[in-house]
């Protein structure tokens, strides 16, 4: 199964049974929702990731660590460093022969391994691509009298460029270039926040992590955890993990461009809303 849309949930939901086989290909969030949400209805679930570690491309191993220990937890098998060679069975899925030759029965497959961006159609046109369709900070592309907004386009976001899959980014950038179309003239300033749910655990990110150097973790209460990314002195990003103060602490020290000094973070005794006075 590819998810893409709320059809392709209804298409699979069948398949959702107790004591089904489900493998799941790809340990970014995508894959580890959608463990969880079969493990939560009684699957038994192996995930499997290509790279080394689960959430490789855009978690710290600090973060990843205490993701992988959720899910064994809930009776998750996790195999990293694990590739998909092919697919196995007649008319459904029977089987799945990963890289190294084993063999896993499965009853069903979920592949969350990341999509790109359709640009088809402005290529067509003629128009710049760049990751995506090529904005600038107002949201015009290269031809004259045509926009972009959301997934589908990257933008200038400080020194360098990206390109934000988010539903936050996908309704600010939208209000900004509709103004902007309206003669409005307001630059695009992003602030990105993510979130995923998995079991009891509520994941916020505030931020990009791209290009940090140095990572620090603070422990919450009843389990919680937040991991800060530091580039330098200068504080980058934080996943929360069931830690909201936290999080809205650290988006708005982030929106600020403020970045206390990491010891602080550290430091479980610190008060954490006193550093936005």
């Avoid at 893409?4 to 493998?23: C, E, K, N, S």
């Avoid at 089987?95 to 063999?103: Q, W």
Wanted: charged letters at 20%; one cysteine or more; proline letters at 5%.
């Amino acid at each position: 199964f590819t998810v893409r849309t709320l059809a392709d949930v209804d298409r699979m939901a069948p398949a959702f049974r107790p004591g089904a086989r489900a493998l799941i290909v790809g340990g970014g969030y995508i894959g580890l929702e959608a463990a969880a949400v079969a493990a939560k209805l009684g699957l038994e679930v192996t995930l499997i990731e290509a790279a080394p570690r689960i959430l490789q491309r855009v978690a710290a191993a600090e973060t990843a660590d205490y993701f992988r220990r959720l899910h064994q937890a809930h009776g998750v098998r996790v195999l990293e460093g694990t590739g998909l060679a092919r697919l196995a069975g007649a008319g459904k899925v029977a089987s799945a022969v990963l890289a190294d030759g084993t063999e896993l029965p499965a009853d069903l497959v979920i592949v969350g391994i990341g999509i790109l961006p359709d640009t088809d159609l402005a290529e067509a046109a003629g128009i710049a691509l760049e990751n995506g369709i090529r904005a600038d900070e107002f949201g015009r592309t290269s031809a004259p009298h045509v926009w972009a907004a959301g997934d589908c386009a990257s933008f200038p976001h400080g020194d360098i460029r990206i390109r934000l899959e988010s539903v936050g980014n996908a309704i600010d950038m939208a209000e900004t270039v509709a103004a902007n179309m309206l003669g409005a003239a307001a630059p695009y300033h992003a602030k990105p926040w993510f979130w995923s749910d998995q079991y009891d655990v509520k994941l916020q990110i505030a931020g990009l992590n791209t290009g940090y150097d140095r990572i620090v973790t603070r422990p919450g209460d009843g389990g919680a955890l937040s991991v800060w990314y530091y580039r330098g002195a200068t504080l980058l990003a934080l996943d929360a993990m069931n830690d909201a103060r936290a999080y809205m602490i650290g988006k708005r020290l982030i929106e600020a461009g403020r970045s206390p000094d990491p010891a602080l973070i550290a430091n479980p005794a610190t008060d954490l809303k006193a550093l936005l006075k």
